[in-house]
Protein backbone atom coordinates (compact mmCIF):
# COMPACT_ATOMS: atom_id res chain seq x y z
CA UNK A 1 0.00 0.00 0.00
CA UNK A 2 1.72 3.45 -1.15
CA UNK A 3 0.21 6.20 -0.02
CA UNK A 4 2.57 8.25 -1.56
CA UNK A 5 5.69 10.31 -0.39
CA UNK A 6 6.12 13.01 2.53
CA UNK A 7 8.64 15.40 2.60
CA UNK A 8 9.50 16.18 6.80
CA UNK A 9 11.56 19.00 7.51
CA UNK A 10 13.03 18.48 11.26
CA UNK A 11 11.48 14.40 10.74
CA UNK A 12 14.85 13.59 12.91
CA UNK A 13 13.81 15.19 16.24
CA UNK A 14 11.87 14.20 18.86
CA UNK A 15 8.49 14.81 17.46
CA UNK A 16 9.54 14.25 13.82
CA UNK A 17 10.94 10.60 14.89
CA UNK A 18 7.09 9.71 16.25
CA UNK A 19 5.55 11.04 13.11
CA UNK A 20 7.68 9.02 10.72
CA UNK A 21 7.10 5.86 12.30
CA UNK A 22 3.10 6.69 12.18
CA UNK A 23 3.47 7.95 8.40
CA UNK A 24 5.36 4.13 7.67
CA UNK A 25 2.56 2.67 9.72
CA UNK A 26 -0.07 4.12 7.53
CA UNK A 27 1.93 3.43 3.85
CA UNK A 28 3.50 6.73 3.35
CA UNK A 29 7.12 6.83 2.26
CA UNK A 30 9.10 9.38 4.13
CA UNK A 31 11.82 11.76 2.86
CA UNK A 32 13.59 13.58 6.47
CA UNK A 33 15.06 16.90 5.57
CA UNK A 34 16.81 17.81 9.10
CA UNK A 35 20.49 19.12 9.65
CA UNK A 36 20.93 17.20 12.40
CA UNK A 37 21.37 20.56 14.50
CA UNK A 38 18.96 18.47 17.08
CA UNK A 39 18.37 15.22 14.96
CA UNK A 40 18.93 11.73 16.36
CA UNK A 41 21.03 10.94 13.05
CA UNK A 42 21.64 7.45 14.78
CA UNK A 43 17.78 6.78 14.14
CA UNK A 44 17.25 8.72 11.31
CA UNK A 45 20.16 6.28 9.56
CA UNK A 46 18.53 3.35 10.96
CA UNK A 47 15.05 3.71 9.41
CA UNK A 48 16.95 5.14 5.85
CA UNK A 49 18.48 1.73 5.72
CA UNK A 50 15.35 -0.11 6.27
CA UNK A 51 14.77 1.50 2.81
CA UNK A 52 10.97 3.33 3.45
CA UNK A 53 12.90 6.34 4.62
CA UNK A 54 15.30 9.17 3.00
CA UNK A 55 17.47 11.35 4.75
CA UNK A 56 18.93 14.77 3.31
CA UNK A 57 21.08 16.55 5.58
CA UNK A 58 20.47 19.64 4.58
CA UNK A 59 19.14 23.33 6.20
CA UNK A 60 15.59 25.03 5.89
CA UNK A 61 17.34 28.15 5.42
CA UNK A 62 19.05 26.70 2.18
CA UNK A 63 16.08 27.76 -0.24
CA UNK A 64 16.98 26.14 -3.86
CA UNK A 65 18.33 22.79 -1.28
CA UNK A 66 14.76 22.92 -0.11
CA UNK A 67 13.25 22.93 -3.21
CA UNK A 68 15.51 20.82 -4.95
CA UNK A 69 14.67 17.76 -2.31
CA UNK A 70 11.03 18.72 -2.13
CA UNK A 71 11.00 17.75 -5.34
CA UNK A 72 8.49 14.49 -6.26
CA UNK A 73 7.24 14.30 -2.86
CA UNK A 74 3.25 14.22 -2.10
CA UNK A 75 2.38 16.00 1.01
CA UNK A 76 4.78 18.53 3.40
CA UNK A 77 5.27 18.33 7.05
CA UNK A 78 7.28 21.38 7.98
CA UNK A 79 8.58 20.75 12.06
CA UNK A 80 12.24 22.36 11.78
CA UNK A 81 12.48 25.19 14.12
CA UNK A 82 14.79 27.03 16.24
CA UNK A 83 13.64 26.04 20.22
CA UNK A 84 11.76 29.33 21.97
CA UNK A 85 14.77 29.71 24.91
CA UNK A 86 17.25 30.07 21.60
CA UNK A 87 15.02 32.55 20.13
CA UNK A 88 15.39 34.73 23.57
CA UNK A 89 18.95 34.28 23.46
CA UNK A 90 19.75 34.67 19.70
CA UNK A 91 16.91 36.65 17.83
CA UNK A 92 18.68 36.43 14.89
CA UNK A 93 18.78 32.62 14.07
CA UNK A 94 15.21 32.29 15.33
CA UNK A 95 14.08 34.95 12.77
CA UNK A 96 16.14 32.76 10.27
CA UNK A 97 15.09 29.82 10.55
CA UNK A 98 11.53 30.19 11.96
CA UNK A 99 10.55 32.64 9.06
CA UNK A 100 13.28 32.29 6.34
CA UNK A 101 13.20 28.74 6.76
CA UNK A 102 9.48 28.38 6.74
CA UNK A 103 9.14 30.87 3.70
CA UNK A 104 11.51 28.47 1.62
CA UNK A 105 9.19 25.85 2.27
CA UNK A 106 6.00 27.32 1.71
CA UNK A 107 7.34 28.80 -1.33
CA UNK A 108 8.63 25.75 -2.70
CA UNK A 109 5.52 23.49 -1.63
CA UNK A 110 3.57 26.56 -3.27
CA UNK A 111 5.67 26.28 -6.80
CA UNK A 112 5.31 22.56 -6.74
CA UNK A 113 1.86 22.27 -6.14
CA UNK A 114 1.99 20.16 -3.23
CA UNK A 115 -1.35 18.87 -2.02
CA UNK A 116 -0.84 19.79 1.63
CA UNK A 117 1.35 21.41 4.32
CA UNK A 118 1.57 20.98 7.30
CA UNK A 119 2.73 23.06 9.86
CA UNK A 120 4.09 22.76 13.59
CA UNK A 121 2.71 26.05 15.13
CA UNK A 122 2.51 26.63 18.92
CA UNK A 123 0.38 27.35 21.75
CA UNK A 124 2.51 30.27 22.29
CA UNK A 125 1.36 32.19 19.87
CA UNK A 126 -1.66 33.13 21.86
CA UNK A 127 0.67 35.27 24.34
CA UNK A 128 -0.75 34.88 28.12
CA UNK A 129 -4.23 33.57 27.56
CA UNK A 130 -7.21 35.78 28.90
CA UNK A 131 -9.35 33.52 29.56
CA UNK A 132 -9.45 29.42 29.22
CA UNK A 133 -9.91 26.98 27.23
CA UNK A 134 -8.03 28.34 24.08
CA UNK A 135 -9.80 28.70 21.29
CA UNK A 136 -8.32 28.99 17.52
CA UNK A 137 -10.14 32.54 17.42
CA UNK A 138 -8.81 34.19 19.99
CA UNK A 139 -6.38 37.00 19.77
CA UNK A 140 -2.90 36.36 19.53
CA UNK A 141 -0.36 38.00 21.03
CA UNK A 142 3.20 36.32 20.88
CA UNK A 143 5.72 37.35 23.12
CA UNK A 144 9.13 36.17 21.61
CA UNK A 145 10.67 35.65 18.58
CA UNK A 146 10.14 32.22 18.82
CA UNK A 147 5.91 32.91 18.60
CA UNK A 148 5.79 36.28 16.77
CA UNK A 149 7.72 33.57 13.74
CA UNK A 150 5.30 30.61 14.70
CA UNK A 151 2.77 33.12 13.57
CA UNK A 152 4.33 34.66 11.15
CA UNK A 153 4.43 31.27 9.57
CA UNK A 154 0.92 30.79 9.44
CA UNK A 155 0.51 34.26 7.55
CA UNK A 156 2.55 33.11 4.93
CA UNK A 157 0.43 30.04 5.41
CA UNK A 158 -2.34 32.24 3.94
CA UNK A 159 -0.59 34.15 1.97
CA UNK A 160 -0.10 31.11 -0.43
CA UNK A 161 -3.27 29.74 -0.04
CA UNK A 162 -4.54 33.09 -1.53
CA UNK A 163 -1.61 33.18 -3.78
CA UNK A 164 -1.52 29.81 -5.40
CA UNK A 165 -4.16 27.91 -3.89
CA UNK A 166 -1.43 26.06 -1.16
CA UNK A 167 -4.14 23.86 0.97
CA UNK A 168 -2.36 24.03 4.73
CA UNK A 169 -2.90 23.27 8.17
CA UNK A 170 -1.43 24.82 11.08
CA UNK A 171 -1.27 23.07 14.44
CA UNK A 172 -0.90 24.70 17.60
CA UNK A 173 0.58 22.06 19.78
CA UNK A 174 -0.13 22.62 23.48
CA UNK A 175 2.80 21.45 26.17
CA UNK A 176 4.22 17.93 24.27
CA UNK A 177 6.47 15.29 26.21
CA UNK A 178 7.09 11.84 25.85
CA UNK A 179 9.71 9.45 25.30
CA UNK A 180 12.90 11.03 23.38
CA UNK A 181 12.13 14.58 24.49
CA UNK A 182 15.31 16.49 24.97
CA UNK A 183 16.05 17.45 28.81
CA UNK A 184 16.47 21.01 27.92
CA UNK A 185 12.99 21.71 26.03
CA UNK A 186 11.40 24.59 27.75
CA UNK A 187 7.85 23.82 28.47
CA UNK A 188 8.31 20.86 30.03
CA UNK A 189 11.45 21.32 31.91
CA UNK A 190 9.51 21.31 35.05
CA UNK A 191 9.40 17.53 34.49
CA UNK A 192 12.80 16.59 34.82
CA UNK A 193 13.45 19.10 37.26
CA UNK A 194 10.94 16.99 39.30
CA UNK A 195 11.98 13.75 38.25
CA UNK A 196 15.87 14.64 39.00
CA UNK A 197 15.41 15.64 42.37
CA UNK A 198 12.77 12.17 43.11
CA UNK A 199 15.66 9.85 41.85
CA UNK A 200 18.18 11.98 44.22
CA UNK A 201 15.90 11.14 46.95
CA UNK A 202 14.48 14.63 47.62
CA UNK A 203 11.31 16.42 47.29
CA UNK A 204 9.96 18.19 44.08
CA UNK A 205 10.53 22.07 45.13
CA UNK A 206 7.01 24.27 43.55
CA UNK A 207 7.62 27.70 43.40
CA UNK A 208 4.48 29.52 45.37
CA UNK A 209 1.52 27.49 45.64
CA UNK A 210 2.36 25.48 41.99
CA UNK A 211 -1.55 27.10 40.62
CA UNK A 212 0.43 27.64 37.32
CA UNK A 213 -0.68 25.15 34.79
CA UNK A 214 0.26 23.37 31.18
CA UNK A 215 -1.93 21.32 29.22
CA UNK A 216 0.70 18.35 28.51
CA UNK A 217 -0.37 16.40 25.48
CA UNK A 218 1.89 13.32 24.53
CA UNK A 219 4.09 12.73 21.92
CA UNK A 220 2.05 9.89 20.26
CA UNK A 221 -0.99 11.99 20.50
CA UNK A 222 0.68 14.75 18.89
CA UNK A 223 2.17 11.98 16.38
CA UNK A 224 -1.65 11.42 14.94
CA UNK A 225 -2.90 14.69 15.16
CA UNK A 226 0.28 15.77 12.23
CA UNK A 227 -0.91 12.19 10.09
CA UNK A 228 -4.37 13.11 10.50
CA UNK A 229 -3.74 17.01 9.33
CA UNK A 230 -1.88 15.27 6.23
CA UNK A 231 -4.42 12.73 5.16
CA UNK A 232 -7.41 14.58 6.01
CA UNK A 233 -10.37 16.08 3.45
CA UNK A 234 -10.24 19.56 5.94
CA UNK A 235 -7.76 22.54 5.34
CA UNK A 236 -6.85 26.06 5.78
CA UNK A 237 -6.96 26.50 9.13
CA UNK A 238 -5.01 26.80 12.85
CA UNK A 239 -5.95 23.54 14.98
CA UNK A 240 -5.03 23.58 18.51
CA UNK A 241 -3.66 20.19 19.58
CA UNK A 242 -4.11 19.36 23.14
CA UNK A 243 -5.90 17.47 25.74
CA UNK A 244 -8.41 20.91 27.08
CA UNK A 245 -7.44 19.70 30.41
CA UNK A 246 -4.46 22.18 32.57
CA UNK A 247 -2.64 20.15 34.70
CA UNK A 248 -1.03 22.38 37.44
CA UNK A 249 2.08 22.08 38.56
CA UNK A 250 1.17 20.78 42.21
CA UNK A 251 -0.81 17.81 40.55
CA UNK A 252 2.10 17.06 38.06
CA UNK A 253 4.13 16.78 40.80
CA UNK A 254 2.06 14.32 42.67
CA UNK A 255 2.06 12.48 39.14
CA UNK A 256 5.23 11.79 38.98
CA UNK A 257 6.08 11.68 43.01
CA UNK A 258 3.51 8.36 42.55
CA UNK A 259 5.11 7.60 39.31
CA UNK A 260 8.39 6.98 40.62
CA UNK A 261 7.27 5.59 43.70
CA UNK A 262 8.93 7.81 46.06
CA UNK A 263 7.97 7.91 49.77
CA UNK A 264 7.94 12.47 49.90
CA UNK A 265 5.54 15.37 49.87
CA UNK A 266 6.47 18.37 47.42
CA UNK A 267 7.73 20.91 49.19
CA UNK A 268 6.44 24.44 48.41
CA UNK A 269 8.60 27.52 48.27
CA UNK A 270 6.55 30.54 49.07
CA UNK A 271 6.73 33.45 47.26
CA UNK A 272 4.90 35.56 44.46
CA UNK A 273 4.59 33.81 40.90
CA UNK A 274 3.13 35.10 37.88
CA UNK A 275 -0.12 32.14 38.00
CA UNK A 276 -0.31 31.13 33.97
CA UNK A 277 -2.70 28.54 33.03
CA UNK A 278 -2.78 27.08 29.84
CA UNK A 279 -5.52 24.31 28.57
CA UNK A 280 -6.84 24.37 24.49
CA UNK A 281 -9.91 24.44 23.40
CA UNK A 282 -10.52 20.99 21.23
CA UNK A 283 -13.99 21.55 19.47
CA UNK A 284 -11.99 22.03 16.09
CA UNK A 285 -9.69 19.13 15.96
CA UNK A 286 -12.29 16.92 16.82
CA UNK A 287 -14.93 18.59 14.36
CA UNK A 288 -11.96 19.28 11.06
CA UNK A 289 -9.81 15.90 11.64
CA UNK A 290 -11.70 13.32 14.01
CA UNK A 291 -8.83 13.70 16.58
CA UNK A 292 -9.07 13.46 20.54
CA UNK A 293 -6.37 12.71 22.86
CA UNK A 294 -6.38 9.29 24.01
CA UNK A 295 -3.36 8.83 26.61
CA UNK A 296 -4.07 10.79 29.96
CA UNK A 297 -1.77 12.70 31.62
CA UNK A 298 -1.39 10.15 34.60
CA UNK A 299 -0.76 7.13 32.30
CA UNK A 300 1.77 9.03 29.69
CA UNK A 301 4.12 10.39 32.83
CA UNK A 302 3.70 7.17 34.34
CA UNK A 303 5.13 5.17 31.19
CA UNK A 304 7.52 8.19 30.60
CA UNK A 305 9.02 7.47 34.60
CA UNK A 306 9.45 3.76 33.65
CA UNK A 307 10.97 4.75 29.86
CA UNK A 308 13.59 6.61 31.30
CA UNK A 309 14.16 4.70 34.24
CA UNK A 310 14.99 1.32 31.59
CA UNK A 311 16.74 3.79 29.70
CA UNK A 312 18.79 4.30 32.58
CA UNK A 313 19.46 0.59 33.08
CA UNK A 314 20.81 0.08 29.49
N1 LIG B 1 7.94 20.07 21.88
C1 LIG B 1 6.95 20.94 22.14
O1 LIG B 1 6.43 21.01 23.28
C2 LIG B 1 6.43 21.85 21.06
C3 LIG B 1 5.37 22.71 21.35
C4 LIG B 1 4.89 23.55 20.35
C5 LIG B 1 5.46 23.52 19.09
N2 LIG B 1 6.51 22.68 18.83
C6 LIG B 1 7.10 22.71 17.48
O2 LIG B 1 7.15 21.39 16.96
C7 LIG B 1 8.28 21.27 16.08
C8 LIG B 1 9.11 20.06 16.47
O3 LIG B 1 9.56 20.23 17.80
P1 LIG B 1 10.45 19.17 18.59
O4 LIG B 1 10.06 19.26 20.03
O5 LIG B 1 10.41 17.86 17.88
O6 LIG B 1 11.89 19.82 18.42
P2 LIG B 1 13.32 19.15 18.09
O7 LIG B 1 14.34 20.18 18.37
O8 LIG B 1 13.45 17.83 18.76
O9 LIG B 1 13.22 18.88 16.52
C9 LIG B 1 13.48 19.87 15.56
C10 LIG B 1 14.26 19.20 14.43
O10 LIG B 1 14.50 20.20 13.42
C11 LIG B 1 15.86 20.12 13.03
N3 LIG B 1 16.27 21.46 12.62
C12 LIG B 1 16.47 22.55 13.43
N4 LIG B 1 16.88 23.60 12.69
C13 LIG B 1 16.93 23.18 11.39
C14 LIG B 1 17.30 23.81 10.17
N5 LIG B 1 17.70 25.09 10.15
N6 LIG B 1 17.22 23.09 9.03
C15 LIG B 1 16.84 21.77 9.04
N7 LIG B 1 16.50 21.13 10.18
C16 LIG B 1 16.55 21.81 11.34
C17 LIG B 1 16.62 19.63 14.26
O11 LIG B 1 17.84 19.00 13.93
C18 LIG B 1 15.61 18.66 14.87
O12 LIG B 1 15.79 17.34 14.36
C19 LIG B 1 9.01 22.60 16.15
O13 LIG B 1 8.59 23.40 15.08
C20 LIG B 1 8.53 23.18 17.45
O14 LIG B 1 8.62 24.59 17.44
C21 LIG B 1 7.02 21.85 19.78
Not at 74 to 103: E, M, T
Not at 172 to 177: D, G, I
Not at 253 to 281: H, K, Y
Request: proline fraction near 4%.
Amino acid sequence: MDKGKVFITGGAGFIGLHVVEQLLERGWSVRIFDNMIRGDRDRANALASGGEVEVIDQDVRAGAAVSAAMKGCDRVIHLAADSINKSQADPFSSVDVNVVGSHNVFASAAELGVQRVVYASSASVYGDPEKLPMHEDDPLSPITPYCIGKRTGEDLLRYYERRSGLSWIALRFFNVYGPGQKTTAYYTSVINHFVNRLRNGEPPVIDGRGEQSMDFIHVKDIARAVVLATESEASNAAINVGTGIDTSVAELARILIDAVGADVEPQFNPRDVLVSRRAADIVRAREMLGFEYSIPVREGMTDLIQYEIAAAAR
